[in-house]
Nanobody
Framework: QIQLVDSGGGLVQAGGSLRLSCVASGRTFSGYKMGWFRQAPGKEREFVARIIWSGGSTYYADSVKGRFTISRDNAKNTVYLQMNSLKPEDTAVYYC??????????WGQGTQVTVSS
């Protein structure tokens, strides 16, 4: 049973930084892609970034490119999202997710990020 536990959210002022973590368990994740998504109040969930577990190829939404960095630590089975230069519009619940193929089937419980102006 795959389990994802995400953490690291909090309250930060605009321009600040946070690092989110997603600890993955239940199997080896070689061949998986790991993603971060977010959902703001009243809005649909949106893609933020993803990384291919093997090889480390990354991809970002235009809205976070240059400010956020996704990475993984194989030894710790953990995926990170380093978020710099945060803006109030980054306020959302952030979720990590795992996919083998196209669809993200496994999701973390979410962690709240609030950016004050």
């Amino acid at each position: 049973q795959i389990q994802l536990v995400d953490s690291g959210g909090g309250l930060v002022q605009a321009g600040g930084s946070l690092r989110l973590s997603c600890v993955a368990s239940g199997r080896t994740f070689s061949g998986y892609k790991m993603g971060w998504f977010r959902q703001a109040p009243g809005k649909e969930r949106e893609f933020v970034a993803r990384i291919i577990w093997s090889g480390g190829s990354t991809y970002y939404a235009d809205s976070v490119k240059g400010r956020f960095t996704i990475s993984r630590d194989n030894a710790k089975n953990t995926v990170y999202l380093q978020m710099n230069s945060l803006k109030p519009e980054d306020t959302a619940v952030y979720y990590c997710a795992a996919a083998y193929g196209q669809d993200y089937r496994y999701w973390g419980q979410g962690t709240q990020v609030t950016v004050s102006s």
